[in-house]
């Protein structure tokens, strides 16, 4: 008996847990720290940084399985979801001024007690205008999850003048071209559907770039140039 009771609870134990964002819900629903795109985001109007989104949404995918986010802060403000399932989110507000945005389409806001709904989510992801919009060109300040470039500065993080110059060119319809910019664009991430060159310029000794992984420049000669192809 005392055997048989062990084994139940070994099987309890082994038992994936529902409900608890772990591994496998991270593949399917992540967090991006920098919000380069996004399928969902939510908002507090009271604040920005919130610390309790005071209401309860539940997202659903095509398998069925269901994941519950309540009381949550502003680490999880925005949601990416894996595009290769289809996905409701049920919600429930328990405060006036919260609610979510998806696409162009706001729900809440402007909140009764206990207001809810359930939605289908369009798997369309929205760009911080901070980003490029959907261009194949995107620019951003902080690390998204999908940056292929980096720039540098040797003598600032925050650099207010990158000094020197850089030609996108992916072949077909774009050629977008940068200069003496700020860190507002360290980053960069490029539409992967195209082939790239990557042209540079150098103008200043201790500026440089880094490109899957190989650092170009940090020691220039003045007009130190090259040509990349991704």
């Known amino acids: 008996m005392r055997k048989s009771l062990w084994f139940v609870l070994f099987l309890m134990l082994m038992m994936p847990m529902s ?36 209401g309860k949404v539940e997202f ?14 502003s680490d999880k403000k925005y949601v990416i979801l894996d595009e290769s399932l289809t996905w409701t989110l049920t919600y429930t507000f328990y405060e ?7 696409g162009n389409t706001t729900y809440g806001g402007s909140n009764q007690y206990g207001d809810s709904g359930t939605i289908d989510v369009p798997l369309v ?12 060109i995107s620019y951003s300040s902080c690390a998204p999850e999908d940056w ?5 500065d040797m003598s600032a993080d925050n650099f207010n003048s990158w000094g020197g110059e850089i030609v996108f060119d992916n072949g077909i319809d774009e050629v977008e ?11 960069v991430t490029l539409d992967d559907s195209y082939s790239w060159t990557i042209t540079y310029t150098f103008y200043e000794d201790d500026i440089g770039f880094i490109l899957d992984g190989v650092t170009y420049g940090l020691n220039n000669q003045y007009g130190d140039s090259g040509t990349i192809q991704i």
């Not at 006036?96 to 998806?102: A, P, S």
């Not at 292929?148 to 540098?152: G, M, T």
Request: with cysteine; net charge negative.
């Open 19 to 54: 409900g608890c964002l772990g591994d496998n819900e991270e593949q399917r629903i992540s967090f991006p720290e920098c919000a380069s795109a996004w399928h969902v985001a939510f908002f507090d109007l009271s604040s920005d940084s919130f610390s309790s989104w005071d």
């Open 60 to 73: 659903t995918d095509s398998n069925g399985d269901t994941e519950v986010m309540e009381s949550f802060s």
């Open 96 to 102: 006036q001024d919260i609610g979510f945005t998806i």
């Open 125 to 136: 992801r929205t760009y911080s205008d901070e980003y490029g919009g959907n261009g194949p």
């Open 148 to 152: 292929q470039i980096k720039f540098i």
């Open 177 to 187: 071209s940068i200069e003496y910019f700020s860190s507002d664009i360290k980053y």
